[in-house]
């Protein structure tokens, strides 16, 4: 069977991160796409031995520079079969009218329209080899409303709706499309990033409680993607057991 190739964005830090390692422990190879190019770079060094890697360092919202490196891919990787769709990020935790309106335009641009744009750049190759799977990296805010989440959370559900129109849209395809919705998470710069860099409130997110780590997700991933050619999954939530729809809990063993 041919090696398969997967297009990871976010892919510098966290679930992105995590993901590349687990795949690359499974042979795949990997386009690693995000801003930071050291960090690609020393990602790439770490899994040599496991895979072959090639880096677009570039900000995903940059459109043209995305397209050029798309286009201009080393023919070994120019056949993409996985497509996670991981980066994304959330801004701030007021409420709506309290927010900064240049977060909110930054999260649907970043959450909604460049996950739609790269998506819509990777499909036809997708649907010509009729073959390939789509993995977006939802969020449980894109189901369940909570204070502070209004636009990260509704460009999540975004993100869920987007999943679901394209598996219509498919069907009678072999191209499978999966959501997956993790709820706290630690271990990446989620919400360092919320909290743009204040790192008390960001760890105050996870005080008495064990999150999720990149590494779950990554896993979960990996399940998916080793289900059966005729099993899609689509959607899968994921939470902390200390997480719950009411919040996270105050019971302690
Ligand atoms: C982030 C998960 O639980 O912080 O997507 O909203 S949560």
């Known amino acids: 069977m041919k090696q398969q190739t997967a297009l990871i964005t976010g892919a510098s830090t966290g679930i992105g991160k995590a993901t590349a390692q687990k795949l690359a422990t499974e042979g795949v190879k990997l386009i690693l796409l995000a801003r930071r190019e050291p960090l690609l770079k020393a990602l790439q060094n770490e899994l040599l031995n496991l895979t072959e890697c090639h880096i677009i360092s570039c900000d995903i919202n940059d459109h043209e520079t995305l397209m050029a490196e798309l286009q201009n891919l080393p023919e070994s990787f120019k056949e993409i079969d996985i497509l996670i769709n991981n980066a994304g990020l959330a801004l701030g935790l007021n409420p709506a009218h309290e927010t900064d309106w240049l977060d909110w335009q930054t999260m649907i641009q970043t959450n909604c329209l460049s996950l739609a744009f790269l998506t819509r750049q990777i499909l036809p190759g997708l649907v010509e080899r009729n073959h390939g799977h789509i993995i977006n990296i939802g969020s449980i805010a894109g189901s369940y409303a909570y204070k502070g989440a209004n636009v990260y959370g509704a460009t999540k559900a975004f993100v869920e709706q987007f999943s679901s129109n394209l598996r219509s849209d498919l069907l009678g395809s072999a191209i499978r499309v999966t959501n997956v919705e993790p709820g706290m998470l ?15 409130r960001a760890n105050d997110v996870y005080q008495g409680l064990t999150p999720l780590n990149s590494e779950d997700v990554a896993e979960t991933i990996r399940w998916i993607l080793a289900q059966p050619s005729h099993v899609n999954i689509n959607r899968i939530e994921i939470m902390p057991v200390h997480q719950a729809l009411a919040g996270p809990t105050t019971i302690k063993n």
């Not at 630690?186 to 008390?200: A, I, Q, T």
């Open 186 to 200: 630690n271990e990446s710069e989620f919400s360092l990033v919320r909290f743009k860099g204040n790192e008390n």
